[in-house]
């Protein structure tokens, strides 16, 4: 088994055998072309003054009206678990905030906590799947992809013969 992560997350990230991925390339981080460099900068706002774990008060828990994780880092908020879409984003505390680490409204930052699988769909490129069952409302991992433009996707697709 391989790791096709090479240990830069908190959990492997494995490869099936038969899976050939000279083009595959695995990133923990976003990859920006230029035309979107100027568009997605980090937005950051003043860290939480929370002592310890945030509470009702967390001016981070706020922008998302309340910390959405429960204390198994899962989302607790209704909205969140049904089946619509929901457009609304969740600020986690980050490393400008005064609370710990260990604080609840620290999920995604803490990276990958289930085992997973990376293989070949046979339609649609690569693929992963959850090596065990995951308990609804968990966080799974973050996409970290390349950003293409509406045009790079398109130029993609007629490339793939899509």
Known sequence: ???????????????????????????????????????????????????????????????????????????????????????????ECHPDCRCDDDCPNRVVQHGIRYDFTVFDTQKTGFGVRAQQDLPKGVFVMEYCGERLSATEVIGCARTNGA
């Open 1 to 91: 088994m391989r790791d096709v992560a090479l240990g830069v997350e908190t959990r492997p990230v494995i490869v099936e055998e038969t899976l050939e991925i000279a083009s595959f390339e695995y990133s923990a981080e976003c990859i920006s072309t230029n035309e979107f460099d100027d568009h997605f900068e980090e937005v950051m706002w003043e860290g939480c003054s929370c002592v310890g774990v945030c509470g009702l008060h967390c001016a981070c828990g706020r922008l998302t009206n309340g910390i959405q994780y429960d204390h198994k880092h899962r989302i607790q908020n209704q909205l969140y678990q049904s089946d619509t879409m929901v457009d609304l984003p969740i600020f």
